[in-house]
């Protein structure tokens, strides 16, 4: 396979996925982009009941079934409040760092959508003495509406109201030196390589060795999302960002392989066998041990699953921040699924 062709495919297709807003339960327009990649490249899919998205992938052998899972659902907020100057007040969907001064979208129930941006109740230097001292948290910030409101009623009367969702700019970049910067790389960075895989075998006219299913999760970042994986799945590989930082040894321009995270360790047998795939193909990788992370793996543990499952992914700095990853670390993920699958 050609792991360095597909490096435009790769990064329009993340392009494309992060542009599509995805807080966790308000993931129909990333699964629908997805969808149509997918579909595009001649790959049966099917929605599950919760709105994740499956890909059929017929193996040349149909002794054992395998499973990849990346999640497309993000970090977001939701309206709690309105407050009586028309601020919208925030609750966190996901674990959040510091949002202050993000550019924002409000989706409303009935289809319309305002921008907006997320500030400090605090915001400004030539007013408020505690300007740089206080919180940045949900009770003491907001978002301030792009519209001429200045109270409830008025905000209500443009159709928002609380429970409505509330979306980041990603402020996606692709650099000349090869780096992915955007929010959300975690993970729809992961789901551009299992697309740009998909791409590569149909453009090989090969398939994995086992009959293979896809998941695109959509609740991963709130805890449940791998709970819709079967579990009678003989082997499950999770694929998610790398942690970079502290006493870790993965680099973005590396797959990470983890093996194990804040639930627990991963299959023992299955890591062994992805660093000796990493080894045989001369990838550059790292194998770390991750204290403030887990994955759809644990959850589809948790719901009762049998399955062997190990987790890979590019190693991604700042995460849940703004993030930056490498294609070099991409084509390593790539390059090792497409080996985990025999497909070459």
């Not at 790769?10 to 699964?31: C, H, I, R, W, Y």
């Amino acid at each position: 396979m050609d792991f360095n062709g597909c490096k435009d495919f790769l990064m329009e297709t993340a392009k494309t996925l992060l542009a599509a807003d995805s807080p966790s339960g308000f993931t129909q327009n990333a699964v629908a982009a997805a969808e149509r990649i997918a579909g595009a490249l001649g790959y049966a899919t099917r929605r599950t009941n919760k709105g994740g998205l499956v890909i059929e992938v017929p193996g040349r052998e149909h002794t054992k079934r395998i499973g990849l899972c990346a999640h497309v659902d993000t970090l977001g907020l939701m309206c709690r409040a309105i407050t009586d100057k028309g601020e919208l007040m925030i609750t966190r969907i996901g674990g959040l760092p510091t949002l202050d001064g993000e550019y924002c979208k409000i989706y409303t129930r009935d289809g319309r959508v305002y921008t907006g941006t997320v500030l400090s109740l605090s915001p400004a230097a030539h007013v408020f003495d505690d300007v740089l001292t206080r919180p940045r948290d949900e009770q003491n910030m907001a978002v301030r509406i792009d519209e001429k409101v200045q109270n409830a009623e008025e905000v209500r009367a443009l159709g928002i109201e609380v429970g409505d969702y509330i979306c980041f700019d990603p402020k996606t970049t692709v650099t000349q030196s090869g780096f992915l910067k955007s929010r959300f790389i975690d993970d729809k960075g992961s789901a551009a390589c299992l697309l740009a895989l998909l791409k590569l075998m149909r453009d090989a006219g090969t398939a994995p060795r086992y009959d293979t299913e896809i998941h695109f999760t959509v609740y991963e970042e709130v805890g449940h999302g791998g709970a819709t994986i079967p579990g009678d799945l003989d082997e499950l590989l999770a694929v998610d960002m790398g942690c970079v930082g502290s006493d870790l040894t993965c680099t973005e321009y590396q797959v990470s392989i983890c093996a194990k995270d804040s639930s627990g360790p991963y299959d023992y047998d299955m890591v062994s066998r992805l660093v000796a795939l990493a080894k045989e193909r001369g990838l550059d990788y790292a194998v770390d041990v991750y204290p403030h992370y887990s994955s759809d793996v644990s959850v589809t543990w948790r719901a009762g699953s049998d399955a062997k499952a190990a987790l890979i992914g590019p190693g991604v700095h700042a995460s849940h921040g703004m993030e930056r990853t490498h294609w070099d670390g991409m084509r390593n993920t790539i390059a090792l699924a497409a080996a985990y699958l025999e497909c070459e």
